[in-house]
């Protein structure tokens, strides 16, 4: 028993000397920042968990306090200055993916928690083909079939009297998308009356637990061996998540499956791509557990960053009259009739339709929200006059980017004219950086400016005089699931169009 009483009155005055260890002598001692968060990594933990995932919201208020460089825990820095940016993310970086933070996103083969930038190198090689531009001009009808189906559905409203609840159906048209690419087997959300709403809660319902699995990664593992049986009695939308895992587990099954048969697939997909050892120089063909895990990855990369910026694209122009009237005299001068379909080519040169999608992406919609957090490399780093040694971590994020006041003037309104003067915008390029820059860049960046130039022209060339309803206060929230969502009792984004409008 002694040693019982030795460790319970030994513990406490080691968290005291950690405490004071890392307030007084670690080498970020010096970096500003409120003394709690120096002291544990739970001061992270504790914003998320009790404010609804808003951790973005709390370095905000840092930066504004404390100034461009603050800690946020014991060895994580954060940066506001937009000028670092480059210094981290770009192409040959030495700075590599935080391990702690990617982990709680499982590990496996998958490219984008990999934390080494070579073993990264690697896997990325075998997923660029697949989403090259060049591929995605050439499936380029997969996203035309898609918006058609939410055209139609639009169509109907005027007749039925219903509005369309359009957040779900852009973020069913990324789904869609993607699992026809991916898989070559489509889950057709648009199909459903309510585009597939219970598809994303159990999306949502992984979100939180991220938070939780980087504090304390053995729950990551507890979580991942709960059987199913006990998961449908725990949570429905928990049932639903793992029934989306096992989903995607059959698709790759299926895929194996006929490949081992030896068949030939209409046309090469993602997963059959990444089956196939010659894929790139260097691939291993993953284990079906690690194709599910890129699976499952890719599908949530795609859904709620590309489904978020076409809603804000949306509903900003549908909710601003002049806006509104610019973008659809411009599509209609180019295309004067409705009913054909608008390729992606024509559509990007349009000037107008080009500000309207950068300004979505640029401010309001953020793409990953929080930051994204990257390991010093050897010979540490500086920023803004700081010095730090190798492996702090130091993350930036597209929300401080774009809400910088002193490149995006008034970063609450939605304002696409600020693209239109050459000059201008290509001083805000270098600032623009949803899809982040360098090595880790979206991969899926060509797909998502196809599906956002094709949804946003063809709905507004077809209803130029759509209506919807103001939001205001917590329905233009977001909550950081690492992709952010809108709260769950947010009023959605629906339009409906008047017979007179067909
Ligand atoms: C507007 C739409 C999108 C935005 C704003 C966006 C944003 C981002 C960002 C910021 C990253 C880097 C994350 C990090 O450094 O941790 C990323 C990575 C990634 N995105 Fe996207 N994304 C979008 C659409 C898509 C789509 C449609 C796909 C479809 C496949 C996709 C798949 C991926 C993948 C696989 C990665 C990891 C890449 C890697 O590590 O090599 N994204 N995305």
């Not at 429905?236 to 096992?246: C, S, V, W, Y």
Request: charge should be neutral.
């Amino acid at each position: 028993m002694a040693w019982s009483y030795s460790f319970a009155a030994g513990l406490p005055l080691w968290l005291v000397g950690v405490a004071a260890y890392n307030v007084y002598f670690h080498p970020l001692a010096k970096v500003p920042g409120p003394k709690l968060a120096a002291v544990t990594s739970l001061y992270k933990t504790y914003f998320n968990a009790t404010d609804a995932s808003k951790f973005y919201l709390q370095i905000a208020k840092l930066h504004e306090q404390f100034g461009p460089v603050v800690r946020i825990s014991p060895n994580e820095i954060h940066l506001s200055d937009p000028e670092n940016y480059d210094k981290i993310y770009h192409i040959g970086t030495k700075f590599s993916k935080d391990p702690i933070f990617y982990g709680a996103f499982g590990y496996g083969t998958a490219a984008f928690p990999t934390p080494s930038n070579e073993i990264h190198r690697v896997r990325r090689a075998a997923l660029n083909p697949l989403f090259s531009r060049k591929r995605v001009l050439e499936l380029e009808n997969i996203i035309h079939d898609k918006v058609e189906k939410v055209g139609r559905r639009i169509g109907q409203s005027a007749m039925s009297k219903t509005p369309v609840d359009l957040h779900h159906a852009c973020r069913a048209i990324s789904v869609d998308a993607i699992t026809d690419y991916g898989f070559g087997n489509c889950y057709n959300l648009l199909d459903e009356e309510d585009f597939g709403i219970p598809f994303f809660d159990a999306m949502r319902e992984l979100g939180p637990a991220v938070w939780f699995f980087q504090q304390w990664p053995f729950l990551q593992s507890l979580a991942l061996s709960i059987p199913y049986w006990l998961a449908k009695r725990l949570s429905a939308n928990l049932e639903a998540f793992m029934r989306l895992q096992m989903d995607c587990k059959d698709q790759i099954l299926a895929i194996k499956e006929a490949k081992d048969r030896g068949e030939t697939p209409k046309r090469v997909t993602i997963f059959s791509h990444l089956m196939d050892p010659k894929a790139a120089e260097g691939h291993i063909v993953p284990s079906v557990d690690d194709l599910t895990d890129e699976a499952f990855i890719i599908l949530s990369a795609a859904q709620d960053t590309t489904g978020n910026a076409m809603t804000i694209a949306l509903y900003e122009t549908i909710s601003n009259p002049e806006i509104y009237a610019a973008v659809v005299e411009e599509i209609k001068l180019t295309f004067p009739d409705p009913n054909v379909r608008l390729d992606f080519l024509t559509l990007e040169k349009l000037p107008y339709l080009t500000a309207v999608i950068k300004e979505s992406l640029s401010r309001l919609s953020y793409g990953v929200i929080g930051r994204l957090p990257r390991v010093t490399p050897s010979g540490g780093a500086e920023f803004n006059g700081i010095s730090i040694p190798a492996g702090t971590v130091v993350g930036m994020s597209a929300y401080m980017m774009h809400r910088d006041p002193t490149i995006f003037p008034s970063p609450d309104s939605f304002h696409p004219s600020r693209w239109l003067e050459p000059g201008a915008a290509r001083h805000l390029e270098k600032y623009l950086v949803p899809f982040s820059k360098g090595p880790r860049q979206c991969v899926g960046m060509p797909l998502a400016y196809s599906e956002l130039y094709i949804t946003i022209g063809t709905l507004l060339r077809r209803y130029p005089n759509l209506k919807t309803e103001k939001l205001e206060g917590r329905s233009l929230e977001y909550e950081d699931y690492f992709a952010p969502y809108r709260p769950k009792d947010a009023k959605l984004f629906s339009v409906w169009a008047e017979s007179g409008d067909l």
